[in-house]
């Protein structure tokens, strides 16, 4: 640090011990006014028996009086002086100088040493509703707050499911369908986790019924590297992904597609794969 920091330094300690010394001569002074009152008392009683002799006690007790209000009010004032905000204040240190800190040492320390109070987060808003979508008669919609993602359905104004399920906290799209043409309404949910898509639907059937996408087996799973993307097409849900060496196919890589029909058990089923360049 250079000698700009040095003098700053000194001044500021030079300072804080002037204001430590004044302090202590404070208190020193207090001390020796409150002895000076003692020996005032002491000597008032002394003059007391001579007033006593000389029958004039009625100045005496006058003058006691005076004095003891005296020294209640010193006191007062005195606590005060002790009492007062600017003492009771922390040490704050200079801008300038932190600024050198900052420049000349690192910049963790100045941090430190002029870090503001801890904010505290900004709570999120209760049921913030970021997804509304209708199909027929039915209303979904998707709330957010302190404690995850809630998935609630409508049938007209009345509820009539929420689900809460942890797969529904990492939402990235949603949209409604009827998949399997039954009558009732799904929603389908996207969500992402460690970089790599998963599908979770509900269908509005005696409440909400869960269901999802089979994991890829046999000839469809050998030579995936990832990439997926979801989309329904033609009332299917079609999963798309990249493959590397794939012993199975024509191309030693590319883009596979695989389509799934929803039956009425709300299990999928693969009726159809491409393989693309």
Not at 4 to 30: M, T, V
Not at 182 to 191: F, K, N, R, S, V
Not at 259 to 270: A, C
């Amino acid at each position: 640090m250079g000698p700009g920091f040095e003098s700053q330094r000194d001044h500021f300690i030079n300072k804080k011990a002037f204001e430590f010394n004044f302090q202590r001569l404070f208190c020193c002074a207090k001390v020796k006014i409150l002895s000076i009152f003692t020996i005032i008392i002491r000597l008032l009683i002394c003059l007391q028996n001579h007033f006593l002799l000389m029958q004039k006690s009625k100045l005496f007790f006058l003058i006691l009086i005076f004095f003891v209000i005296t020294l209640v009010g010193a006191l007062y004032w005195f606590e005060n002086q002790e009492a007062s905000p600017e003492d009771n204040q922390y040490i704050a240190l200079p801008d300038s100088l932190v600024q050198q800190i900052a420049q000349k040492d690192s910049v963790e320390k100045a941090n430190f040493l002029n870090a503001p109070p801890p904010k505290m987060e900004e709570a999120v808003k209760p049921n913030e509703k970021f997804f509304e979508q209708k199909k027929d008669a039915y209303t979904f919609q998707l709330f957010r707050d302190s404690l995850g993602v809630k998935l609630a359905v409508l049938f007209g104004t009345k509820t009539i499911g929420i689900s809460k399920d942890k797969s529904l906290e990492k939402v990235q799209k949603a949209e409604t369908s009827d998949l399997n043409s039954d009558g009732y309404p799904e929603i389908l949910i996207y969500t992402k986790n460690n970089n790599k898509l998963e599908f979770t639907g509900y269908e509005v059937k005696r409440g909400l019924q869960k269901f999802s996408l089979p994991p890829l087996m046999g000839r469809q799973k050998f030579g995936y590297v990832g990439q997926d993307t979801l989309f329904v097409e033609n009332n299917n849900l079609v999963r798309r992904f990249q493959f590397r060496n794939s012993q199975f196919s024509t191309f030693p890589s590319g883009t596979r597609t695989c389509e799934y029909s929803l039956g009425h058990d709300l299990k999928f089923s693969m009726f159809r794969t491409l393989d693309t360049e």
